[in-house]
């Protein structure tokens, strides 16, 4: 089969298109012909070496819609369950450890199986598994949104932030959402924009000790350090960050407003697929526009790595194997 791959990370130029054997099946596993598999921030990071625990030579890859073509129960018999089934989901530390989904065929748990909502095609449920998974556990799970709450998040245009914000609705918080420029955009009617145009736009925005919950989905530091200037005071106050964009891994922070507001911080972590079933029941909304990208065709490959990393588009891109 054909897959991208890195011998060694460093540049995106170490990534090539390579012939490798299918994937072995193990018992309890299925094997899943790939048709869209989307590109992620930290794909892009894993092969240009930021993340420290990734393993080479490696395929990257964490998200993926396809079918099921082959699965094997947990005695090694096969499975005729799953054969057929249209999935999606992201598969954890793949594409860091062990080989990831820019390939033709990914081997999945079968436990882990999910089946793709009806009303997306492929390219659209492959685009939005890992952005939505981080939403559901950073509202749900980490910030424990809950309604009435004034929730700010910082990055409201990208896959994660806009997909918080459609959870953050359903749960009935009210929606601050920063964005770097509100030019040729028109955010959704629920949410409250707020331009980065001016060094103080947050502070200025009226919700001075009012935000309860901040959602830090871009990791830039003044943003944050403002955000959180705009905290209550009462000690219920709940940060959650999921990236940072400095190789050495450092973000400044205001430690003083930090402590004199009795925050909570926690870190987002990947790692199991959330609850999307309402996609189909039209309650949550997938991406409107997806580039696919040939996976043949590497010119175009590393420029949606590029693209993703250095955050240029709102469109997001997924490898087409």
């Not at 799953?82 to 065929?105: K, L, M, N």
């Not at 009617?189 to 901040?214: C, F, H, M, W």
């Not at 205001?254 to 039209?282: H, Q, V, W």
Request: with cysteine; glycine share 10%.
């Amino acid at each position: 089969m054909q897959a991208l791959k890195f011998q060694k990370t460093g540049s995106f130029d170490k990534l090539s298109l390579v012939n490798i054997d299918k994937p072995m099946l193990c018992p309890g596993e299925a094997l899943v012909r790939v048709r869209a598999a989307g590109i992620n921030g930290s794909d892009a990071a894993a092969i240009i070496g930021m993340l420290p625990f990734v393993t080479a030579p490696r395929v990257p890859g964490r998200d993926f819609s396809g079918e099921v073509v082959e699965a094997l129960d947990a005695s090694g018999a096969s499975s005729q369950e799953w054969i057929g089934a249209e999935v999606w989901g992201t598969v954890s530390e793949r594409g860091f450890t062990s080989d990831g989904t820019f390939s033709q065929y990914v081997t999945v748990p079968i436990t882990a199986l999910s089946r793709k909502p009806a009303s997306l095609n492929h390219s659209r449920a492959g685009n939005m598994t890992l952005p939505w998974l981080c939403a559901w556990i950073t509202v749900d799970t980490l910030a424990n949104v809950k309604e009435g709450d004034n929730v700010i998040i910082i990055g409201a245009r990208g896959g994660i932030g806009s997909a918080a914000t459609q959870l953050c609705k359903e749960r009935g918080a009210r929606i601050f959402g920063t964005y770097t420029s509100l030019a040729k955009l028109i955010p959704p009617s629920y949410v409250t924009p707020i331009e980065l145009g001016s060094k103080n736009a947050i502070r200025e925005a009226g919700v001075q000790n009012k935000i309860d919950v901040l959602l830090d989905c871009a990791s830039y530091d003044q943003p944050f350090n403002d955000a959180i200037v705009t905290m209550t005071p009462n000690g219920t106050g709940r940060v959650v960050v999921m990236a940072v964009h400095a190789k050495d891994g450092l973000f400044p922070v205001n430690l003083r407003t930090f402590y004199a507001k009795a925050l909570t911080l926690k870190g987002m972590k990947s790692s199991i697929l959330g609850p999307l079933e309402k996609i189909d029941s039209g309650l949550l909304e997938g991406p409107k526009e997806v580039d696919e990208v040939d996976m043949r065709n590497m010119d175009n490959v590393k420029a949606a790595l590029q693209e993703i990393f250095t955050r240029a588009s709102h469109v997001r891109s997924v490898i087409v194997p």
